[in-house]
């Protein structure tokens, strides 16, 4: 790497670091839901399919030293994918070129080293003026500030398709703001008296 472009880097890791968690919000009538991503069989992930549900979409990579969020990424979709989130990985070779495998070869990898089982769409690009059109409309939302500086950069989509945060790479995805900003959109989870009185209903009908 030139040493020009290893100062900018590191310049960009110190603005990042310091970058605290970011609210969103609805400022255009276009929601996320009017988006897809390329799926690496060849179809299409359709950010429609999920209205409803709370969506973080994250820009990875395979030989990125922040590569172990897949992770806590997957304990999340584990946690919180019956309560309706679901987890989108988005690679792209864009960052320090640490995403230079196939779209086979990514999804093997992810699913050996993390039993990845939450989508992820084919290898793109999430910067600049051809990347994905959900980060440009995502860039539009927050300002050029919140586009992808790195790999693993967080984005939640609320249930109605609005963009309710973004976290940068430094922000673990099961760091207290993001737990806290997915409890905060999901339903609440049952209570457990209500679960304890609906087993004792169906033990008396059955008895």
Request: proline content about 8%.
């Amino acid at each position: 790497m030139l040493p020009g472009k290893s100062a900018a880097v590191f310049i960009g890791f110190i603005f990042m670091a310091i970058l605290p968690a970011h609210a969103a919000g609805p400022v255009s009538q276009i929601s996320a839901h009017s988006f897809s991503f390329p799926a690496s069989n060849g179809g299409s992930i359709d950010l429609s399919e999920y209205k409803g549900k709370v969506i973080m979409v994250v820009n990875t990579a395979s030989q990125c030293s922040f590569t172990t969020q897949y992770g806590p990424l997957q304990a999340l979709q584990d946690r919180y994918g019956d309560r309706g989130f679901v987890v989108i990985g988005v690679p792209t070779n864009e960052f320090g070129g640490q995403e230079p495998g196939s779209d086979a070869e990514i999804a093997a990898f992810t699913k050996s080293e993390f039993s990845v089982d939450f989508p992820i769409t084919a290898k793109t690009r999430v910067k600049g003026s051809d990347a994905e059109p959900f980060y440009r409309w995502a860039k539009r939302q927050v300002g050029t500030i919140a586009a992808p500086r790195w790999n693993f950069y967080k984005y939640i989509i609320d249930p109605e398709g609005n963009l309710s945060a973004w976290f940068t790479t430094f922000t673990e995805p099961d760091a207290p703001e993001v737990i806290s900003t997915i409890e905060s959109l999901l339903p609440a989870p049952p209570a457990i008296e209500a679960t304890i009185s609906s087993d004792l209903v169906t033990g008396d009908e059955q008895g």
